[in-house]
DNA sequence: AACGACTTGCCATGTTTATGGCATGACCGG
DNA sequence: CCGGTCATGCCATAAACATGGCAAGTCGTT
């Protein structure tokens, strides 16, 4: 594994400092560069090409969110936020233009470090409190659906799955057996399980219904 | 502040152990009770009330997922999933089924603790591997796969539309028909539309291309 | 070894679909 | 006013489907 090269933009010196301590304390990061402006930290990630970005969010020049496209633009660098803003409205930006990861200043050492090796990894370290902000959106958006809960639940088997997928592109059963290699009967005992546990009665209605469920993803 | 209680559902009996040392070594953390299948964590949950539920995904009964909605539907516990599947399906469903945190279970003890404490205090915990896949949503600004477009391009008519709901639910011409007040020789005819429309030859098929391309919703 | 599940196979019967063709009235844009 | 689309209606038939019951072999678990 080769050395990680790792850049900062903060315009706080003393957290310079301590951010710069945290990575050069790990043998396995080096610090491509800080800066306390996003004008120099363009400079810094266009001309160094460095494999992390750690942001701070209020800046003199403006918002670390704003910069977040202008590096993944100009570099492959992955954006890892760390600042003291915790409102839904900078989290929520700052995620959706790229940020990789999100941990508020109060993180511990440990914490950043963990981080830091996350997102280098592919992974995105998120605050608890910054990711309820996700969660938010992500139930917001489905309303939850509660099922009354078929008292047979449903759980299908591989082979159901896949005859509804056949079904779901217009196979009878006959050609559904084809495609198998299976006999029709067969086919038909299959639907009757699938019946069975969606509680339904016709194709249409199963497809419908394991789509819903998610057991039948579309391609 | 009072005591938090903690009632954990996993499988494992070491695992389960495993939890209810690092829940009870806490002085502020009770164990409300812990239960290897979903059928016995239904109990616990619904007698005991606890606050906050500690969920594994793989149960010898069924998904824990499928849990998460029996829980807020009967409870005001959080949930938190403890799991070692990792995969996408799993940890976006399972947050969309509205988990209020997402831990592996490589996790260590205190990553554990920390979790719990941020979910009773309102913060969802995500695993940076897990937190990459909501990501992916958030950014990914619902990438909309773009069809191939039919030769004989698609907008059902609103009666068409209707027509594929009930069939989705599960009703044949007949009753379709009767449900429409029109007659069933009409609902014949406007499914050939509909066939020629989407390119398809069953309800099956109907169904499903009407879902993928968005003209039919669930609910 | 016994139990349950998944998968496979068959029979039989009544119902429903899929698909062809043909026709009327309403409505809308050119 | 004419052509097109929509919604409505009817006839007919071969094919496919929905559902019941029955059974054997392979699993993994108990």
């Given at each position: 594994?080769?050395?990680?090269?790792?850049?900062?933009?903060?315009?706080d010196?003393?957290?310079?400092?301590?951010?710069?301590e945290?990575?050069?304390?790990?043998?396995?990061?080096?610090?491509?560069?800080?800066?306390?402006?996003?004008?120099?930290a363009?400079?810094?990630?266009?001309?160094?090409?460095?494999?992390?970005v750690?942001?701070?969010?209020?800046?003199?020049?403006?918002?670390?969110?704003?910069?977040?496209?202008?590096?993944k633009?100009?570099?492959?660098?992955?954006?890892?936020?760390?600042?003291?803003?915790?409102?839904?409205?900078?989290?929520?930006?700052?995620?959706?233009?790229?940020?990789?990861?999100?941990l508020?200043?109060?993180?511990?050492?440990?914490?950043?470090?963990?981080?830091i090796?996350?997102?280098?990894?592919?992974?995105?370290p998120?605050s608890?409190?910054?990711?309820?902000?996700?969660?938010?959106?992500?139930?917001?958006?489905?309303?939850?659906?509660?099922?009354?809960?078929?008292?047979?639940?449903?759980?299908?088997?591989?082979?159901?799955?896949?005859?509804?997928?056949?079904?779901?592109?217009?196979?009878?059963?006959?050609?559904?057996?084809?495609?198998?290699?299976?006999?029709?009967?067969?086919?038909?005992?299959?639907v009757?399980?699938?019946?069975?546990?969606?509680?339904?009665?016709?194709?249409?209605?199963?497809?419908?219904?394991?789509?819903?469920?998610?057991?039948?993803?579309?391609?």
């Amino acid at each position: 594994m080769t050395i990680s090269r790792i850049a900062i933009l903060d315009d706080d010196p003393a957290i310079r400092e301590h951010l710069t301590e945290i990575v050069t304390s790990c043998p396995e990061y080096d610090l491509a560069g800080s800066a306390p402006t996003i004008a120099r930290a363009r400079d810094l990630v266009v001309r160094k090409q460095p494999d992390l970005v750690l942001v701070d969010v209020g800046l003199p020049d403006g918002s670390g969110v704003d910069f977040i496209g202008f590096v993944k633009q100009q570099s492959r660098a992955r954006v890892l936020m760390i600042t003291s803003f915790g409102d839904r409205e900078t989290v929520v930006s700052a995620l959706e233009a790229g940020a990789d990861g999100y941990l508020l200043k109060d993180s511990s050492p440990a914490v950043i470090l963990d981080g830091i090796a996350a997102t280098l990894a592919g992974g995105a370290p998120i605050s608890p409190s910054a990711a309820s902000y996700l969660l938010e959106r992500l139930q917001g958006d489905v309303p939850q659906r509660a099922q009354p809960d078929n008292p047979d639940a449903a759980p299908l088997t591989a082979r159901e799955v896949e005859l509804l997928q056949l079904f779901a592109r217009g196979m009878s059963y006959k050609e559904a057996a084809r495609a198998l290699d299976i006999s029709p009967l067969t086919v038909g005992n299959h639907v009757k399980s699938i019946y069975r546990k969606l509680a339904v009665h016709s194709r249409g209605e199963a497809v419908f219904a394991a789509v819903r469920q998610g057991q039948l993803k579309m391609g």
